[in-house]
């Protein structure tokens, strides 16, 4: 019979190692499976979109829909979306801002590194109401990847794949390490 476990963890504990134990795969190595995956998986969707909206011509339009005000008046039974998908395309265009002078992309001069750049809004930037070309289709990246719509999907992937990846990959790698370790001393 296996030991009792307490606390608010224990339940999660103990599912983990059983998926340890069923899948033949250190725990620690799950973990990090699951850690690198998870980034990968927000990475890749973020890319796609971009060169998507690129190649589509849409990340103009779209991002202009989704900032567009509501008029006075006029019922919007959407507020709460459109609000939510304003503060994701406000995020990207602060994170387009800052990733591209970093790297000189979508447009932006590259800044030298010890430089600070101020992207606390679009007209620190030139950007003031209407976003084009690369820089749009990076925000609508951001904002795709950035909402909540993609998390339940990427974590089940994550979790699904983390065996697979830790056999296939970590466990080989740990391997190396550890021979080329143990030759030394």
């Known amino acids: 019979m296996p030991p009792v476990q307490r606390g608010r963890l224990a339940p999660y504990k103990a ?6 134990s069923r899948t033949r795969t250190p725990l620690s190595s799950l973990v990090l499976s699951f850690a690198i995956l998870h980034e990968v998986t927000a990475i890749a969707p973020l890319i796609s979109v971009f060169f998507m909206a690129r190649s589509f011509g849409v990340g103009e339009n779209a991002v ?13 039974n959407d507020a709460w979306l459109r609000e939510k998908g304003k503060k994701w395309m406000d995020e990207g265009e602060k994170w387009a801002a800052k990733v591209g002078h970093r790297y000189g992309i979508f447009g932006f001069p590259k800044t030298p590194k010890g430089s600070e750049i101020a992207v ?15 820089v749009a289709n990076a925000v609508l990246a951001y904002g795709v990847t950035k909402s909540q719509a993609l998390l339940p ?8 794949l983390a065996p697979t990846f830790s056999r296939r990959m970590l466990d080989p790698l740990r391997q190396l390490i550890l021979s080329r370790w143990s030759r030394k001393s």
């Not at 620190?124 to 070309?133: C, E, I, N």
């Open 15 to 20: 599912a983990l190692e059983a998926i340890s």
């Open 64 to 76: 202009n829909f989704i900032k567009k005000e509501v008029s006075e008046g006029q019922p919007d």
């Open 153 to 160: 999907a990427r974590i089940g992937l994550s979790l699904y």
């Open 120 to 134: 606390d809004s679009a007209e620190t930037y030139g950007t003031s109401t209407h976003l084009a070309g690369d």
